[in-house]
């Protein structure tokens, strides 16, 4: 199990953009990005594969959100565009160390909170 320790939320306004970052302490198989919102259940926003470089997103993201990695940092990162007021929530990172299987590794949270 590795370390994950999460940066770079904030306030903003809607239109906005923030950049997260993740650092892992070790090598992990797969980094995504999850998050919660008041009062809702956390939900998947994407994932990258180390392996291919290739990342995942969920719908309501898509277009807006990119996820970058930097494998020699063992650090992702979520670059957030176009923000509106309902991606406002606490924004985990999580990390796995195999293809299938739970995240293992869970970061302490970062709040983003995108105002009207």
């Known amino acids: 199990q590795v370390q994950l320790v999460e940066s770079g939320g904030g306030l903003v306004q809607a239109g906005g953009s923030l950049r997260l970052s993740c650092r892992a302490s070790?090598?992990?198989?797969?980094m995504g990005w999850f998050r919660q919102a008041p009062g809702k259940e956390r939900e998947f926003v994407g994932h990258?594969?180390?392996?291919?470089?290739?990342?995942n997103y969920t719908d309501s993201v898509k277009g807006r959100f990119t996820i970058s990695g930097d494998n020699a940092k063992n650090t992702v990162y979520l670059q957030m565009n176009s923000l509106k007021p309902e991606d406002t929530a606490i924004y985990y990172c999580?990390?796995?160390?195999?293809?299938?299987?739970?995240?293992?590794?869970w970061g302490q949270g970062t709040q983003v909170t995108v105002s009207s």
């Open positions: 999580a990390a796995r160390s195999a293809l299938k299987g739970e995240y293992d590794s």
């Open positions: 070790g090598r992990t198989f797969v």
């Open positions: 990258i594969y180390w392996s291919t470089g290739i990342p």
